[in-house]
């Protein structure tokens, strides 16, 4: 789990305890939603340290936590005093500064109200481009009292939430109301505003129908309110507390928390509901332990926040719930809970049960043709033709057998029959799990089963474990990617509604698991075939291939590569390269990384940067060596080597045994280029010798190049001594 309690370290710390004390800022809110809360609390510290420096007031360091009722930033050691250098800012020009009578014009004017400044503290500084106005701005010496009021408030007003309210008559937006501010500078209140709200020295503990103030004279005064309150502020020891009590309550039952509950995200969700969390124990009604694991997880999970309890594997008709305080009857509390879970787990008998009478699976796919994948896409019944289609190039590839190919097919065309179902209706996240579970009640081989579930992974850490599910997940991802990019519908900065960054990293994640080749080209002209491609100009289509396949190698720089991961050169080097597999782009990838510091490698990279040199800039006409006409020693050499190694290298390639012939590609030419550079003038005025000696230097570039990587892109190339 990301830790919610960030610390940032200042730049520089205060010279003496005695000019510096703790800050304390705390905003009081209504119920934040649980997804917004991590987000906040790790922009409240970032935001809270920049801002600090940026205003010259250094810290020892800064913690921002907070629960679902207020978010807390703690300034350790801060400066009592605001100390800011001199400045001089250079302003406008002394032409525009000053008119015909050498008054300040409206330009000079504007410039220092901006900068805080006046008429009396600017200079004229002569440089190259003409006179200029600076205003010289003296060092100075603030309390941190007198500059925290205007800070704090400019602080607030730069969290981001994913959706904001306005409930001030000022305007003010934030993610919830805002109810109450306390701001604290060692034992002084800071007193702020923001909107029509006032800042007081006190926090507010109790439940949320009815808080009660409690004056803070000191930050310790306030860690220790909160603690005396119930309340944790750290989310991530509020976190622990939950685990470690839902994990204690559960072994008296001689059980264990469903780890499910914890990886599927249930125990982070609930650690940001609550701030002073208390178990409860519940029972729901045996009968429902007859629904699959997953529904009655989900179920619980979805309805009430409230954890599974198991025993040898198999869930116990038990449940854990915490709860925000102490409950006034809990007992009344636990019958409710019940009540309410036990009519939930009902409609998920009753969804499983209608289900079921609408197998076999392929009934349900029929009814595709009313699902929309797009509007401009068509519905998942095309969708799942576009699989089909595929997945044929992809069997290719990976020289699939007969019956896994027909096993791929068929996963291809009940993919996406579990959208239709009442269950996963009810709960979109059990697509594909329901898929699985149904396919197997349909009578499906376990491999198309299989298939049917892995096809929505990489989640989490969890990922395909079969070749088929690789496959449609692959097969999924792609035509997702390649359909939206034929739309023009693209990533850009933070704004990705259809998941396409994360559909792409997936692709590449799966392709490197699975390590079989991955075609792009292939992929991409089975696709193009299809729709919205079929009816584009051939131009257009073509473009979209190119955005595709870039796309997917940009993500090779986000990778979690293994260890040694590789440099940005490797990875540009070998992009310059071949890149129509996938899997291939990355095996060579990584070869060059583990080359690096090789000699054969330098050797290697210094024949392919001076071939280049020369031929940057060429006019190259002969497309290949007539031997006829080298016409010195030296060159004739380089043409018998490259005769003689052709073969070796091209199949080295081949056989993907890339630091095989990386090596032998260096030992092979480096001398004797050297020596041909000595003795040899490429660029005479002879036509006839100067195109075939380009094209030469071209045959040996290319041979490397076409096939590995261009090593010109290595830095050691910048910074290594040049091989002997």
Not at 119 to 136: F, M, N, R
Not at 164 to 179: H, K, S, Y
Not at 180 to 199: D, F
Not at 233 to 250: F, H, T, Y
């Amino acid at each position: 789990m990301r830790n919610q309690r960030t610390v940032h370290s200042a730049l520089r710390t205060p010279h003496s305890a005695l000019n510096a004390a703790d800050l304390l800022c705390e905003i009081g809110t209504e119920e934040l939603p649980a997804a917004y809360l991590p987000g906040l609390i790790d922009q409240l510290g970032r935001e809270a340290a920049a801002l600090l420096q940026a205003h010259h007031l250094p810290y020892e360091r800064v913690e921002s936590a907070g629960t679902p009722r207020r978010l807390v930033l703690i300034a350790r050691g801060l400066a009592a005093t605001q100390r800011k250098p001199a400045e001089e800012i250079r302003g406008p020009s002394k032409l525009a500064a000053y008119d015909q009578d050498g008054k300040p014009t409206a330009a000079l004017l504007g410039f220092l109200r901006a900068q805080g400044g006046a008429p009396a503290q600017t200079k004229i500084v002569s440089s190259e481009k003409g006179d200029y106005v600076y205003l010289v701005k003296e060092p100075t010496a603030t309390p941190a009292s007198a500059v925290l009021p205007e800070l704090l408030p400019q602080l607030i007003g730069r969290l981001r939430a994913p959706k904001t309210m306005r409930w001030d008559a000022d305007g003010v937006r934030f993610a919830r109301p805002i109810r109450w501010l306390l701001a604290l500078y060692g034992i002084s209140a800071v007193r702020c505003s923001l909107g029509t709200l006032r800042s007081a020295p006190a926090t507010r503990v109790g439940g949320p129908l009815r808080p009660r103030a409690v004056r803070v004279r000191s930050l310790e005064g306030y860690l220790r309110t909160l603690k005396q309150a119930g309340i944790l502020l750290d989310p991530a020891q509020r976190r622990a507390w939950i685990e470690q009590a839902v994990g204690r309550i559960a072994a008296q039952a001689r059980g264990a928390a469903a780890p499910e509950m914890v990886s599927h995200g249930l125990l982070d969700e609930v650690t940001h509901l609550v701030e002073r969390p208390t178990p409860l124990v519940g029972r729901f009604d045996r009968k429902y332990l007859a629904l699959p694991r997953e529904v009655l997880l989900a179920s619980m999970a979805k309805y009430q926040r409230v954890f599974a309890v198991e025993a040898s594997g198999a869930l116990l008709p038990q449940f854990i719930a915490i709860l925000e305080g102490d409950p006034r009857r809990p007992a009344e509390v636990r019958k409710v809970m019940e009540r309410i879970l036990n009519a939930r787990l009902a409609d998920s008998l009753l969804f499983w049960t209608e289900d079921h009478r609408r197998l076999p699976l392929q009934q349900m796919a029929e009814t595709l043709t009313g699902v929309t994948f797009h509007e401009r896409l068509g519905s998942m019944a095309e969708k799942t033709v576009r699989l089909r289609a595929l997945a044929e190039p992809l069997a290719e590839a990976w020289q699939l057998t007969e019956e896994e190919r027909a096993h791929l097919r068929r996963a291809c065309q009940l993919a996406k029959a579990d959208l239709v179902s009442t269950m996963v209706k009810e709960f979109p996240t059990l697509q594909g799990v329901v898929g699985k579970r149904y396919a197997r009640d349909s009578g499906e081989p376990q491999p198309v089963a299989e298939a049917i579930e892995e096809q929505y992974l990489p989640a989490g850490n969890r990922r395909p474990r079969t070749l088929l599910g690789s496959a449609l997940a692959l097969l999924d991802k792609y035509d997702t990617l390649s359909s939206y990019f034929g739309l023009g519908i693209l990533p850009s900065g933070d704004q990705d509604p259809f998941g396409l960054r994360r559909a792409a990293q997936g692709i590449v994640e799966i392709a490197w698991t699975v390590h079989r080749p991955l075609p792009l080209g292939a992929l991409f002209r089975t696709r193009a075939s299809m729709e919205p491609f079929r009816s584009a100009q051939p131009r257009a289509a073509a473009t979209a291939g190119n955005q595709v396949q870039r796309y997917l190698l940009e993500r090779l720089d986000a990778f979690e590569w293994p260890e040694p991961a590789p440099a940005p050169d490797c990875i540009d080097a070998v992009l310059a390269g071949p890149c129509d597999d996938l899997v291939d782009v990355m095996d060579r990838i990584l070869t060059l990384q583990r080359l690096h510091g090789h000699p054969g490698l330098r050797k290697a990279a210094k024949v392919i940067e001076r071939t280049r040199n020369i031929l940057r800039g060429a006019a190259l006409r002969q497309p290949q060596v007539e031997p006829s006409r080298l016409a010195e020693a030296p060159e004739r050499q380089l043409w018998e080597l490259y005769r003689a190694h052709e073969p070796r290298l091209v199949r080295l390639a081949q056989e993907k045994a890339y630091a095989e012939a990386t090596t032998l590609f260096g030992e092979v030419f480096f001398e004797p280029l050297h020596q041909f550079f000595d003795q040899v003038m490429v660029n005479v005025p002879d036509e006839t010798l100067q195109q075939n000696r380009l094209a030469l230097m071209q045959a040996i570039q290319a041979l490397y190049t076409d096939r590995i990587a261009d090593l010109s892109k290595l830095t050691l190339l910048h910074h290594e001594e040049p091989a002997a």
